[in-house]
């Protein structure tokens, strides 16, 4: 374990933040890494639980007691190789997970919970640093062949375990980049973008063939596909849910993600006619979630005039809910690094009609608050305040409330049936078509980032059998371990 009472000695530390006058001007990354010292400390406030809840509540079940442990004692290249037999992509999600681990910490019940996904992160950057990340190419290919759809992490970690099978991997994605919403739906100051390009660099080593700008069943002949030996669908849920408000066709209200992806695309020298900026604008997010604060941290950096934030749920407490007592994930206030760039943030409002001009440009937001009315054996029902209506200025709008599903594209031209909940039907991955496979966001649903490392790996597992009968991949928390 750590520090045997390391707990009672040492507090938790987090990174600290550049300035809100200094990070707004620019999309850099913005947090002040701890010195490796401190990363000790942290480490050392590991208890070594008997029955680690940290472990458990981690989709990918990383063993987070022994990498801790391994910091704590500065064997740095042993932590590395206990965090990678589980994760495929730690610098991704050590800088974008809202840490389900550290909600379920046993030490959170009464202190600080470990900071674990701190932790994470310096392991794998100390890992890239000291050169300790190197290529690992199969030593002998199978003669399989498997085709993944799409390059966001699902599909990346299904590539990589796929091939470190053996088989020959090729991934398709229909942006002219790697990365999927890692590289188009996150802003740069919370993943620069080299990041990516450094873990893809590592993946073209090991041997996977990588085709960008390729759309399959658009561009690419679907009847294509059958010159692999297996599918793997990664495609995500990529349907935006809208509005059924009057006014929604205003020049100005705008999808988030649309709103995200032209932002990076324009750092990166992509030519975006008519790109939508907020620069001194009254914008408006409709929406509290990450997307919803990514698009506040990028209104502020455009130079917004003011951006306000709606959402229909009541505000959360600043401290866990009684509702969800811990190791759950909690009903609690988050507060993100862009909201504290300056938003102001409204709850239990209703966007009744988007206002405009004789142009049909946005002008204002007409809204009424609201209540949930919460009868047992029904489902909570919307009441309006009566007499609360208030219009709002606003020149842009950003929807940012999620997806409702995958696009039908493949699906339909594959043959694939589809679930209750729009997504794409499988059992244990495997779709009603024997050869194709699915994870991800298409197969769950919107989801979080290590959900989405865990599918693609646990779906590799499953392409892995099918072509050969069985397989040596790792299941989930039972990573390849070195011998310590």
């Not at 800088?95 to 681990?101: D, E, S």
């Not at 046993?106 to 992160?121: D, M, T």
């Not at 349907?239 to 990076?264: C, D």
Request: charged share 25%; proline share 5%.
């Amino acid at each position: 374990m750590g520090k045997i009472g390391g707990f009672k000695e040492y507090n938790r530390t987090d990174e600290s933040n550049i300035v809100v006058e200094e990070r707004v001007s620019n999309y850099s990354e913005f947090t002040v890494a701890l010195t490796k010292d401190k990363i000790k400390e942290q480490g050392s406030r590991c208890m070594d639980c008997g029955i680690p809840f940290c472990h458990s509540a981690c989709p990918l079940g990383n063993l987070i007691p022994d990498f801790n442990d391994m910091v704590h004692q500065e064997e740095w290249q042993s932590a590395l190789e206990i965090l990678q037999s589980t994760n495929n992509f730690p610098e991704f999600t050590g800088r974008l997970c809202p840490a389900p681990c550290e909600k379920s910490c046993v030490l959170g019940i009464i202190s600080e919970p470990v900071a674990i996904e701190n932790i994470e992160k310096n392991i794998i950057e100390r890992g890239f640093s000291e050169g300790w990340i190197k290529p690992q190419p199969p030593e002998v290919r199978t003669g399989k062949t498997v085709a993944v759809i799409g390059s966001g992490p699902a599909g990346l970690a299904a590539a990589q375990q796929l091939n470190r099978a053996g088989h020959t991997v090729t991934v398709f994605e229909r942006d002219n980049a790697i990365g999927g919403l890692l590289r188009y739906g996150i802003p740069n100051f919370k993943l620069e973008k080299g990041i990516i390009d450094r873990r893809v660099a590592v993946l073209k080593a090991e041997g996977i063939t990588f085709k960008t700008s390729v759309n399959v069943g658009v561009n690419y002949n679907i009847e294509e596909l059958n010159t692999f030996d297996s599918i793997v669908l990664c495609g995500g849920s990529t349907e935006r849910r809208s509005l059924p408000t009057n006014g929604i066709e205003s020049k100005g209200v705008v999808q988030a993600m649309t709103f995200l992806t032209q932002q990076t695309k324009s750092l990166y020298g992509e030519a975006i006619p008519n790109q939508i900026m907020a620069t001194g604008k009254d914008v408006i997010v409709i929406g509290g979630g990450d997307t919803g604060s990514d698009c506040v941290g990028t209104s502020n950096r455009h130079g917004a005039k003011s951006v306000t934030n709606f959402e229909i749920l009541p505000k959360p407490p600043v401290g866990r809910s009684e509702t969800t007592p811990w190791p759950f994930w909690p009903l609690q206030l988050k507060t993100s690094s862009s909201h504290e760039e300056g938003c102001n943030r409204n709850w239990l409002i209703n966007t009744k009609e988007f206002i405009s001009n004789e142009k049909g440009e946005l002008i204002g937001l007409k809204t009424v608050e609201v209540a949930w009315k919460m009868t047992q054996g029904h489902r909570p029902e919307l009441v309006e305040k009566e007499g609360s209506e208030k219009i709002w200025p606003c020149d842009l709008a950003l929807l940012a409330l999620g997806f409702t599903g995958p696009e039908k594209t493949l699906s339909d031209q594959l043959g694939l049936e589809i679930d209750l909940r729009s997504n794409y039907k499988a059992t244990n991955y495997q779709t009603n078509v024997p050869h194709i496979f699915t994870a991800g966001d298409m197969r769950r649903g919107q989801s979080l980032i290590v959900w989405a490392i865990s599918e693609g790996r646990e779906a590799a597992r499953e392409v892995d059998k099918y072509l050969m009968g069985y397989t040596n991949l790792p299941t989930k928390g039972n990573g390849d371990l070195p011998n310590l």
